[in-house]
């Protein structure tokens, strides 16, 4: 029988103060495994790109950049009472190319691991492909939040089935002021109120859902669109604000100041949710085919919201049976008419609503969370019975 209390379990991911959504997401699930209290209270090994003021959560700290810090982590993490790490994967947050430095470090680990995927590529580059490989392969599980990625790590990738977990994208269970309310507070008249969130780049599409609501417009002028996010701060380091500038040129070509706002602020959880609980529908018009999981998207999901969406993997799943509506990719058109659909068909969007709120409470931290540990507990148990083989 595993003894929980000995347990101790550390993440390696990027962290806040630093505004990334992997960030978010480790501190929402570290604070949620904290309240189960079933192990030991976890810790965190944060990914700097540059110093951060850090709470007491951080133990440890890996510069991005520097390939002797991914050996020297291995070795403190070798000499720890650490007992497993929980390695979050985006190829964009560790060093080298494409973010090769990672297998440094799990090359020099001698303590289990699990890693959870927040990209899988269909069609990876030989370097992208080897790299998730190589983790995956002398890792402990391999966690992946969407059903319809297991193909990929099955087909393309040759992952041990016995290995992939799939445990949701958690949702904060805030309560909130009314929808009513909530629009005084923000001072919004009432419109119908389309929204997306997160950090700004041109991944996100948002040129398509602003030609879309200019379509929308000419049978529905009281349509508004809330762009709510700041620039993400990699975007802004290359190229400053090129594609927001951008945005608000394309806001002005179509004559839609009264129908597109801005909100260019890196948003606290309560505010995205205030935000999400106002919005009459939730648009995520990205143009990426192999997104295998958005935070934006699940939070709308989890508060029961009208999604109206691109059809990247993520979307594909949590849209299915008809908890939502699916738009072609950079086509405002098809957008359009979907916003339209909500607009014009009050009872089937409450249908589909309530589909999605049905769905979305399995989505909760408190539940996801619950899902982990059981995860921990039985990585611990194999652990065990393999010892035992061993003697």
């Not at 050996?71 to 985006?90: C, P, R, Y």
């Not at 009281?222 to 608000?248: A, C, M």
Request: aromatic share 10%; net charge negative; hydrophobic share 40%.
């Amino acid at each position: 029988m595993v003894k929980n209390k000995e347990i101790k379990i550390a993440f390696l991911s990027t962290f806040p103060p630093r505004e990334c959504g992997i960030a978010t997401f480790t501190q929402d699930l570290v604070n949620e495994l904290k309240d189960i209290k079933i192990i030991n209270e976890p810790k965190v090994i944060a990914i700097n790109d540059r110093e951060y003021d850090y709470d007491d959560d951080v133990i440890y700290k890996l510069q991005q950049h520097d390939r002797n810090s991914y050996i020297k982590l291995a070795e403190k993490l070798n000499d720890s009472s650490i007992d497993l790490l929980v390695i979050e994967h985006e190829y964009g947050i560790y060093g080298g190319e494409w973010g090769e430095y990672i297998l440094d470090l799990i090359n020099n680990l001698k303590i289990p691991y699990v890693v959870t995927l927040h990209t899988i590529l269909s069609e990876p580059l030989d370097k992208q492909k080897y790299i998730l490989q190589e983790l995956c392969k002398k890792s402990k599980r391999v966690v992946t939040m969407a059903k319809n990625t297991i193909p990929l790590l099955l087909n393309v990738y040759g992952v041990d089935e016995k290995k992939i977990v799939v445990l949701p994208h958690g949702v904060p269970n805030l309560p909130t002021l009314s929808s009513e309310s909530l629009r005084k507070k923000y001072n919004i008249d009432d419109k119908f109120v389309v929204s997306t969130f997160g950090l700004i780049s041109p991944g996100k599409g948002l040129e398509y859902g602003i030609e879309a609501i200019a379509k929308v417009k000419e049978e529905h002028p009281d349509i508004l669109y809330l762009i709510l996010g700041q620039t993400h701060p990699n975007i802004v380091k290359s190229d400053g604000e090129v594609y927001r500038d951008f945005l608000i040129r394309r806001v002005n070509e179509l004559n839609l100041n009264d129908n597109v706002k801005f909100v260019n602020k890196y948003l606290t959880k309560r505010e995205i949710v205030e935000y999400l609980k106002l919005s009459d529908v939730y648009m995520t018009p990205y143009i990426g085919r192999e997104q295998a999981v958005s935070g934006t998207l699940a939070y709308a999901a989890g508060l029961g919201k009208l999604v109206v969406s691109t059809p990247y993997k993520y979307a594909e799943e949590i849209l299915s049976d008809g908890r939502g509506l699916l738009a072609d990719f950079k086509d405002p058109d098809s957008i359009a008419n979907c916003i339209k659909f909500a607009i014009e068909n009050p009872h089937k969007k409450q249908l589909m609503e309530e589909k999605m709120r049905v769905y979305g409470k399995s989505m909760m931290w408190d539940n996801v969370a619950l899902e982990y540990v059981e995860m921990f507990l039985r990585i611990f148990e194999d652990l065990e019975d393999d010892a035992k083989e061993a003697v």
